[in-house]
């Protein structure tokens, strides 16, 4: 009896000190990362524990391990934590060294080239829907309703010959005809030297295609023309250059536009400044711009002199006067004098140059009333250019004799109204003049003083 206690008691010693050098040992592995299974035993089960420890139960006394296992009846208790060695292990080998991941956004994908497409941009093509003849009086006219020559008809409402509507239609080939007078549907005459030419123009309005606010074609027009020989006939009868009656009833009414410039030595140019020194020559020319008239002259009729823009300021210094008698050269024994006239609508004159007595600014201003007859008519008492030199009158256009006026009165002649429809005037004035004292003339005078 007493030996058989004691050998078991041996044996659970035996088995505790197993149990506590294999407790020890577990330690040891779990704190490095380690873990080794022992055959026949089983890690405690339970929640892990933090990585690298391991939770275990108190050790138990010899009574304790005697009694049979009581359920645990403190349901308020946390259980306790235990690791799983496999899951440390596993988790320390995560936290390890990794290598750098390389990584780029992915390229996008390009898209394919388009083989070269063969295009050429369609050129236009003259439509040729106007034709035209020009008759002895008047002008035919014939306009095809396709005038784009797209295809697309035009309502005869929308084609027209100066604002003058169609006269006849030929519904089968789609065309429209206009006849009007040389002079009609808002004709325009312009003269040439040689030549007579009536303009008219063919429109043809953008509408609306069918009760739609829409259009596929914009507005167009055609010009026209008529050419007629001055000189030549174009019937039995020849057109003479008879013009002064038209002229007279027909100057009055038309617009002119009359200028006075300054120009440069040769004439060519308008002269850019309007700087002078005493005793300089200051070539002036006038004209005129017709439109639509038989040639006309232009006359020089008066011209004054002011140091101020006034032309009734006193002092004033006349400088042509009496119809067109250029007095400076006769009273000053100056240069000044009308060239001769070798254009109708050109009057080229030569003053020189001079200031106004005790005034310090040589500020000369002058201004002419400008005046047109029919180029046709022969000069006379009232139409003339006339310069004094060599003691006597010259005309820059016509016989001298018209001139013999200039040292009278060169009066209206009797029976004639000065208001008559034949002329037509304006008053026009040169820029300002500056008029200065020639350097070397003044460095020469003190020389000699």
């Known amino acids: 009896m007493g030996l058989g206690q004691a050998g078991m008691w041996l044996l659970i010693f035996a088995l505790m000190a197993f149990c506590e050098a294999q407790r020890r040992t577990w330690k040891t592995e779990g704190a490095s990362g380690a873990f080794r299974a022992v055959p026949g035993l089983q890690?405690?089960?339970?929640?892990?524990?933090?990585?690298?420890?391991?939770?275990?139960?108190?050790?138990?006394t010899n009574d304790e391990r005697m009694k049979p296992?009581?359920?645990?009846h403190q349901p308020d208790c946390p259980p306790s934590v235990h690791h799983d060695p496999v899951e440390v292990q596993f988790q320390q080998q995560l936290q390890g060294p990794v290598e750098k991941v390389t990584w780029r956004f992915p390229q996008v994908p390009l898209k394919p080239a388009e083989p070269p497409v063969p295009f050429q941009m369609r050129e236009p093509v003259p439509a040729d829907s106007v034709a035209v003849e020009c008759g002895e009086k008047g002008v035919y006219v014939e306009v095809k309703q396709d005038f784009y020559g797209t295809g697309l008809l035009l309502m005869p409402s929308a084609?027209?010959?100066?604002?003058c509507g169609p006269s006849g239609q030929d519904v089968a080939a789609n065309v429209l005809m206009f006849q009007s007078e040389l002079q009609g549907c808002n004709s325009v005459l312009t003269m040439t030297e040689d030549e007579l030419i009536y303009s008219f123009v063919v429109s043809a309005a953008a509408e609306p295609l069918s009760d739609t606010p829409i259009i596929r074609e914009d507005g167009a027009s055609v010009n026209i023309e008529c050419h007629y020989l001055r000189k030549k006939n174009v019937s039995s009868n020849a057109l003479l250059p008879t013009w002064i009656p038209y002229a007279a009833t027909e100057v009055a009414e038309e617009q002119l536009i009359f200028s006075l410039r300054l120009m440069t030595d040769d004439w060519k140019y308008e002269r850019p400044?309007?700087?002078y020194y005493l005793g300089d020559v200051i070539n002036i020319e006038a004209s005129v711009i017709q439109f639509n008239h038989v040639p006309l002259r232009v006359l020089v009729e008066s011209c004054v002199a002011t140091p101020i823009p006034d032309v009734n300021s006193v002092p004033s210094y006349s400088v042509i006067e009496n119809h067109g008698c250029l007095v400076d050269a006769k009273r000053t024994g100056s240069c000044s004098q009308f060239m001769p006239q070798d254009q109708d609508d050109k009057l080229q004159f030569q003053l020189e140059a001079f200031r106004f007595y005790q005034d310090n600014s040589g500020v000369v201003y002058i201004t002419c009333y400008l005046m047109v007859t029919e180029a046709s008519a022969p000069s006379d008492a009232e139409n003339k250019?006339?310069?004094?030199?060599?003691?006597?009158?010259?005309?820059?256009?016509g016989d001298d004799q018209v001139c013999g006026c200039c040292d009278t009165s060169c009066s209206l002649r009797k029976g004639r109204d000065v208001s008559s429809e034949e002329l037509q005037m304006e008053r026009i004035s040169l820029r300002p003049l500056f008029i200065e004292e020639d350097p070397f003339d003044a460095d020469e005078l003190n020389r000699k003083k």
């Open 69 to 72: 296992h009581q359920p645990n």
């Open 43 to 60: 890690p405690p089960l339970g929640r892990p524990a933090p990585a690298g420890q391991w939770s275990q139960s108190p050790a138990l």
């Open 273 to 275: 400044s309007s700087q």
């Open 159 to 163: 084609i027209t010959l100066g604002g």
């Open 385 to 397: 250019a006339c310069s004094y030199s060599f003691n006597r009158w010259t005309a820059a256009f």
